[in-house]
T-cell receptor
């Protein structure tokens, strides 16, 4: 089965720090996604990548950037972390409009 | 108004009860996911369907494309079914899912 692995389950960072969240998938999926999940708001798309070096802004890209240098790896970067970026971050991958596979999530706290 | 609406938002049940979670969507779709998220965060895809009905163990998912509605049923519910259930849709011409806000289910022994 497909495995999507996020580098950390829990992370605590200070305001202003640069934060990297890493996601790796092992099934050669073309699509990779970063979402954040907040109570009452559900999953919101931050960025989407449909191929190496290709990216598309999602619904809430402000304060974030992404990198996809290799097909299996999709990184989310918080350039200067702020307390309103405290959230659960979920990575997912898919092959076209087929079943999506999710990572286990990273709970980020910015203090 | 969200393009994907789920009801109820919260649901409690006694072990053994039959459970239904509903999803309505306002956009045209090519397929719909039902996802399960246990405490701790990881999300698992339960079903992906574009027509009719699918069954896996005690879980059944149905979709009515004309009525823009899908249901997830759990028969003989068990405490281990306690989780958040999320409906997500693929609109045509995009690989990006649109999510409902989820239904939190708690099943008590």
């Amino acid at each position: 089965d497909v495995k999507v692995t996020q580098s950390s389950r829990y992370l605590v960072k200070r305001t202003g720090e640069k934060v990297f969240l890493e996601c790796v998938q092992d099934m050669d999926h073309e699509n990779m996604f970063w979402y954040r999940q907040d109570p009452g708001l559900g999953l919101r798309l931050i960025y989407f990548s449909y191929d190496v070096k290709m990216k598309e802004k999602g619904d809430i890209p402000e304060g974030y950037s992404v990198s996809r240098e290799k097909k299996e790896r999709f990184s989310l970067i918080l350039e200067s972390a702020s307390t309103n970026q405290t959230s659960m971050y979920l990575c997912a991958s898919s092959l076209g409009r087929t079943r999506a596979f999710f990572g286990q999530g990273t709970r980020l706290t910015v203090v | 108004k969200n393009e994907v609406e789920q009801s109820p938002q919260n649901l409690t049940a006694q072990e053994g009860e039959f459970i239904t979670i509903n999803c309505s969507y306002s956009v045209g779709i090519s397929a719909l996911h039902w996802l399960q998220q246990h405490p701790g965060g990881g999300i698992v895809s339960l079903f992906m369907l574009s027509s009719g009905k699918k069954k896996h163990g005690r879980l059944i998912a149905t979709i009515n494309i004309q009525e823009k509605h899908s249901s997830l049923h759990i028969t003989a519910s068990h405490p281990r079914d306690s989780a958040v259930y999320i409906c997500a849709c693929f609109p045509p011409n995009t690989d990006k899912l649109i999510f409902g806000t989820g239904t939190r289910l708690q099943v008590f022994p």
